[in-house]
């Protein structure tokens, strides 16, 4: 069964720090993985990941995967209050039509 | 704003009761899904449609749920016979059709419906 573990589940650091969010995962046949960002409301699309050693940056985010070890890690340099969320990540696999989420990791950044 | 949208935002109904919610896809998108999310948890799929046809239904999705998509266009998810155990959110995403071969593309959520059984 498909598999998706997110650490640690929740994490409070200062404003200005840098923290790294983990994603291991099991899937069969794997087409992609994407990270969310989620407030109260909708999961916020990040990033989409396809490819091994390949960073994806967008602003103070970047993220990677390793297709050989099975993870993903999401960075976010600089932290600020508005980075406080749950952060969700979802694999893809091929033939399948749907995601599969963790549970997240919830971040709180205090001023 | 995703451009998704979902029609009520939260919605409490006593347990036995009937709710539908909707949702309205990115206007180009032909891929629609529905999730439901609870507390502490990630979202957990329910089904899916391109355009109208629903091709895929997660074992999650009992008897009491159906889903439609009549004109390819909008959505709604009916629960009958309500039970306290239905309290979550429920999400509708939306995204083009993969082709086969290429990269795939990402889903776009909706608000989301917040239901309340009591």
């Known amino acids: 069964e498909d598999k998706v573990v997110q650490s640690p589940l929740s994490l409070v650091v200062h404003e200005g720090d840098t923290v790294t969010l983990n994603c291991s995962y099991e899937?069969?046949?794997?087409?992609?993985l994407l990270w969310y960002k989620q407030e109260k409301k909708a999961p916020t699309f990040l990033f989409m990941l396809t490819s091994s050693g390949i960073e994806k940056k967008s602003g103070r985010l970047s993220s990677i995967l390793d297709k050989k070890e099975l993870f993903s890690i999401l960075n976010i340099t600089a932290t600020q209050t508005g980075d406080s969320a749950i952060y969700l990540c979802a694999v893809e696999a091929r033939g399948a039509n749907n995601l599969f989420f963790g549970t997240g990791t919830r971040l709180t950044v205090i001023p | 704003d995703t451009g998704v949208s979902q029609d009520p935002r939260h919605k409490i109904t006593k347990r036995g009761q009937n709710v539908t919610f909707r949702c309205d896809p990115i206007s180009e998108h032909n891929r629609l899904y529905w999730y439901r999310q609870t507390l502490g948890q990630g979202p957990e799929f329910l089904t899916y449609f391109q355009n109208e046809a629903q091709l895929e239904k997660s074992r999650l999705l009992s008897d009491r749920f159906s889903a439609e998509r009549p004109k390819g266009s909008f959505s709604t998810l009916e629960i009958q016979r309500t039970e306290q155990g239905d309290s979550a959110m429920y999400l509708c995403?939306?995204?083009?059709?993969?082709?086969?071969?290429?990269?795939?593309?990402?889903?776009?959520f909706g608000p989301g419906t917040r239901l309340t059984v009591t």
């Open positions: 995403a939306s995204s083009l059709a993969q082709v086969q071969g290429l990269t795939p593309y990402e889903q776009y």
């Open positions: 899937v069969t046949n794997f087409r992609s």
